[in-house]
């Protein structure tokens, strides 16, 4: 008997999802009828933020037999034609759906939690993480002219099952950065999937299937040409409003986890098992980082002036570029610590002021008896002694986070709005569903 009833819930949630698919594939074809299976079928991994997204989906499905129902009755009606009939076979199947939502809520659809999984629940993390990239993908789907969404480029339709499997990929992210012991291993490997997916689409597209390139137009890889650049041509400006957006919500969390560039720098000084003790640079160093922020800026503004031809300004970002490749091989390399993105790269300062602006910090408590245990994981030069004396971390973090599990008296803390924690769940999984619904919507638009 409980095998039958466990049947027809299943048979419930299986026709409530077809029912919604079936009118997407009348109006707008088979990939876009996919998009709303698609959460469906991971139904089997027992998570918990699908389950919730799933039962979204079957209420919105009523409301799409509805709106179906409604303009089925309506030209019916235009043309004189008996409509009594479609109507009770339509509203039949929008009760469907909103039986399948309920039949979720059975514990045969429940998750279940691991010993492991000890701590706060990431649930509310994964499932913002999977809405908020599932919005964000699906505004560059609607309101972008030109397909931004890969899928989209290949087979009309299929941007939105692209923007429906990345958002699920967000939720299953989000649930990995906010585990405890786990965050910077992940962190890691998904930056760095980042980068070889934005460079794999670079290269397919330099090879001659322009489908991956953002454009027709190339511009350098070079992270200081994201303001470098419109300074130079006075237009192209998606790349900087990209940042700008991201570092206003995530703050210099950028440089840590989406930065297409910093991933190389991360694999150099990961390859010494642990950074050079502190201080690794002298004193004058990080007022010298402002300064060559400075130069570089006004370079790119200085070329434009004097009407300098492109080849220059190529030649000139080319080689900064290489210069910043230099120093990752040999500097970041040998003293474990990203010298690249700490003290190198302008968008790494920018980024780290402009970070001030956004409601994220990393703080650090009174109790801090300056052990040291966090300098000794910091990879971006930006927990010294004097730092921590001033209970406050330097202008290169960029919030990756390492150093919070390793402070033995917990007195490190992301806050958000100044807050430790909202209720029960602590600001750290709503930073890491944030980040992993940015680095999903990355995945999906950015590229050269």
Aim: charged share 10%; net charge positive.
């Amino acid at each position: 008997m409980k095998a039958v009833k466990h049947g027809i819930l299943i048979l419930v949630v299986i026709l409530g999802a077809l029912i919604p698919a079936s009118h997407a594939l009348r109006w707008q074809g088979p990939p876009s009828a996919l998009a709303w299976l698609v959460p469906v079928l991971f139904l089997f991994t027992r998570r918990e933020f699908v389950r919730r997204i799933c039962q979204i989906l079957m209420l919105a499905g009523v409301l799409v037999t509805v709106d179906s129902m409604v303009q089925f009755i309506a030209a019916r009606q235009a043309m004189g034609v008996a409509w009594h009939g479609l109507a009770w076979i339509l509203s039949g199947a929008a009760l469907l759906s909103a039986l399948a939502a309920w039949a979720l809520e059975h514990p045969l659809f429940a998750a279940s939690r691991k010993p492991a999984q000890a701590g706060p629940s990431t649930t509310g993390a994964s499932f913002f993480a999977s809405v908020f990239a599932f919005a964000g993908l699906g505004l560059v789907q609607i309101k972008v002219a030109n397909p931004m969404l890969l899928a989209e480029r290949f087979l009309p339709g299929a941007g939105w099952l692209e923007a429906a499997l990345l958002a699920l990929y967000a939720g299953f992210v989000a649930e990995a950065l906010g585990a405890p012991g786990r965050s910077s291993r992940v962190r890691r490997r998904i930056w760095g999937l980042f980068s070889l997916v934005f460079f794999g689409q670079l290269t397919l597209g330099l090879a001659g299937f322009e489908r991956f390139l953002m454009t027709g137009t190339l511009h350098l890889p070079v992270p200081a040409l994201i303001v470098a650049g419109p300074l130079y041509r006075g237009a192209g400006f998606f790349m900087l409003i990209l940042f700008g957006v991201t570092v206003l919500l995530a703050g210099p969390a950028w440089c840590s986890h989406l930065c297409y560039i910093g991933a190389w720098d991360s694999a150099s000084a990961f390859r010494k098992k642990h950074p050079a003790p502190v201080p690794i640079w002298p004193a004058w160093m990080r007022p010298a980082r402002i300064v060559l922020a400075g130069l570089v800026f006004a370079a790119a503004l200085l070329l434009r002036m004097l009407g300098a031809p492109v080849h220059w300004a190529v030649l000139s970002g080319a080689g900064f570029g290489l210069l910043g490749v230099a120093v990752m091989v040999f500097v970041s390399r040998r003293v474990g610590v990203m010298a690249h993105c700490s003290g190198f790269c302008p968008m790494g300062l920018l980024s780290g002021l402009l970070g001030k602006l956004s409601p994220w910090r990393l703080t650090i408590r009174s109790g801090c008896s300056q052990c040291g245990a966090c300098s000794a994981v910091c990879r971006y030069d930006a927990l010294r002694p004097d730092d921590l004396a001033a209970k406050r971390p330097g202008i290169s973090c960029s919030l990756c986070l390492d150093c919070l599990e390793r402070c033995p008296r917990s007195e490190m803390r992301l806050t958000l709005f100044g807050r430790e924690a909202f209720g029960k769940v602590p600001a750290r999984l709503f930073f890491a569903g944030l980040l992993a619904a940015l680095h999903a919507i990355f995945l999906g638009v950015a590229r050269i």
